[in-house]
């Protein structure tokens, strides 16, 4: 739950008994995965930590957000702040949209492709783009 986004779950949910039923899915689809892979996930990812490597990255570097994020909640100013260590690294905060989904949005390229079409054409690794 903490993957996708408050406005689009109520938007999709807006009443206690189609929340409700809404979990209820979740939880059911939850149940049917193996657990252990839920574990090397979080355990995975419990010590990740790239803040004491940032100035040793050399190539350009875009890192994208989007508002309605709760995992990786732009109010912590975490991004912002370590962006300015990557010599040639550009952060973007994409807003809160009827296209956006929390943590999710990062399996949405509709909503952040531009901007990685324009750090591949500013690389000179795409000489032409098209654009939509």
Sequence with gaps: MMTSSPLQMYK??????????AFEKLMETAMRKD?????Y??????????????EKIKAR??????????????????????IKRVKNGRYVLIPTSEETRGHGT??????????????LQRSGQVAAIRRP
Aim: hydrophobic letters at 35%; charged letters at 25%.
């Design 12 to 21: 999709q949910n807006p009443t206690r008994e189609k929340a409700d039923s």
């Design 35 to 39: 657990a252990n892979d839920m574990l």
């Design 41 to 54: 996930q979080f355990d995975a990812s419990s010590d990740y930590n790239p803040e004491p490597n940032l």
């Design 61 to 82: 570097l875009i890192a994208i957000n989007s508002a309605d994020d709760e995992v990786n909640p732009p109010e912590l100013g975490i991004l912002e702040r370590t």
């Design 106 to 119: 990062h399996s949405l390229p509709v909503v952040w492709k531009q901007h990685l079409a324009d750090l």
